[in-house]
């Protein structure tokens, strides 16, 4: 992964004094994102990025990107309403331990939520995932790639899950140079008929590190012109460069074929397990934006014939911390959801390492 970073981006010049702060956590970034409710829009957001986030650190890396976003936003504390959090399991009781809303110089007065935990695998930072992909309602199975296969199948009001671990391939942690889609990463590539390699970098700066998402294209393109073979060995050279300062080693190439075999045997056996569902919604750093999902459709990590059922998203979890901030009637009916949750995991093994040794072969 690339060195520690954090970004900040401001949206608007102007805001109401009615606002929402959530924080989401994942093992290898904090976002905080303030969201103004009154005018129903985002105002600003910090991201930090190439740190690995523990119950030791936590406390200080939520405050470094809170504090930051408040100062360089020009926010003072007391207009922040709403304080929510959406993160690992372990990282969730520390924050319910250890923090409140004065510890980011806010209000005693602020409301503060912290999203529930479904199990020790599946923290509050799933739970946000699961809360933006049920805003629309319906049947739906929303899967996530973030940290690992992450999945739950919601169906006439009952909430299944899956967890299964991941080599990093699909969410730029098992990436050498990897890093999230955010400003400085390589997110989209292309080949010129001329065998010219043309790369895009978010914010037309220069590239940071390379994204999950054109690791997979990268993959792609490298299969198209016989630099690696059906096996996922790259038969002329030790390294695929774009550009003069990044790469995708053979170890890359293991991590997205692992990944992407996995989360194909991951999906045949949860349609077994739990049937059919009006949407199917896949997110994660390789499946952030249209090139990402196509290239990852091409390699073989969805079953073949369900496009249009499907939907893709990058990191739908800041959306959904954000939908229960401002609607306590959907905070409460994840809450419910959550308690009784299911947990398929062990079923998942039935079959599996059969259909993932099938689908390694690109």
Same mark, same amino acid.
């Given at each position: 992964?690339?060195n ?11 805001r109401?004094?009615?606002? @929402? ?31 690995t986030?523990?119950a030791?650190?936590a ?5 470094? !990107?809170? $504090?930051?976003?408040m100062?360089?936003? &020009?926010? !003072?504390?007391?207009?922040?309403r ?5 993160a ?7 924050i ?16 503060? *939520? ?10 509050? %930072? ?13 049947? *739906? $199975?929303?899967?996530d ?10 169906v ?20 050498e140079s ?5 400003f ?8 010129e008929?001329d ?7 978010? &914010? %037309? ?12 294209? =990268?993959?792609?393109?490298?299969l198209?012109?016989? @630099?690696?073979d ?34 194909? !045997? ?8 739990? &049937? ?9 750093? =390789?499946?952030?934006?249209?090139? &990402?999902?196509? !290239? ?18 990058r ?26 949750a ?10 599996? %390492? ?9």
């Open positions: 992964m690339v520690e970073r954090t970004i900040f981006e401001k949206y608007r010049s102007e109401s004094n009615e606002l @929402a702060l959530a924080c989401c956590i994942t093992r290898h970034t904090v976002s905080a994102v303030l969201y103004d409710i009154a005018l129903k829009r985002r105002y600003a957001r910090c991201v930090q990025f190439g740190v986030v523990s030791d650190n406390i200080t890396c939520i405050g470094n !990107a809170a $504090l930051r976003l100062r360089e936003s &020009g926010t !003072a504390g007391n207009v922040v709403k304080l929510g959090f959406a690992p399991a372990d990282v969730t009781m520390i319910e331990e250890m923090l409140s809303p004065t510890d980011l110089f806010l209000s005693p007065e602020t409301e503060f *939520v912290i999203l529930p935990i479904i199990s020790a695998s599946l923290g509050g %930072d799933f739970t946000a995932v699961i809360a933006a992909a049920l805003q629309h309602g319906g049947n *739906v $199975l929303e899967v790639m973030t940290g690992g296969f992450r999945a739950a199948s919601c006439d009001g009952q909430l299944k899950t899956a967890c299964l671990p991941m080599k990093g391939g699909l969410d730029y942690s098992g990436i990897g890093m999230p889609l955010e400085g990463a390589i997110d989209q590539l292309s080949r008929p065998g010219t390699l043309c790369y895009s970098v978010i &914010g %037309d700066g220069d590239g940071l590190g390379v994204s999950a998402s054109a690791a997979a294209q =990268a993959v792609r393109i490298m198209d012109i016989g @630099a690696l059906s096996d996922g060995i790259m038969t002329d050279r030790d390294l695929f460069y774009i550009g003069e300062d990044h790469f995708i080693s053979q170890n890359d190439v293991r991590a997205v074929q692992s990944d992407k075999a996995a989360c194909r !045997a991951a999906l045949e056996r949860l349609g077994e397990l739990t &049937g059919t569902h009006d949407r199917v919604i896949i997110s994660g750093e =390789a499946f952030g934006n249209e090139q &990402g999902a196509a !290239a990852m459709a091409q390699l073989g990590a969805v079953p073949r014939g369900l496009g249009e059922k499907y939907g893709w998203s990191s739908p979890a800041e959306q959904g911390l954000i939908n229960c901030l401002t609607d306590p009637e959907l905070l409460g009916k994840l809450t419910e959801l959550c308690g009784s299911e947990d398929i995991s062990p079923l998942m093994n039935d079959g599996f %390492d059969e259909l993932y040794i099938k689908n390694l072969v690109f």
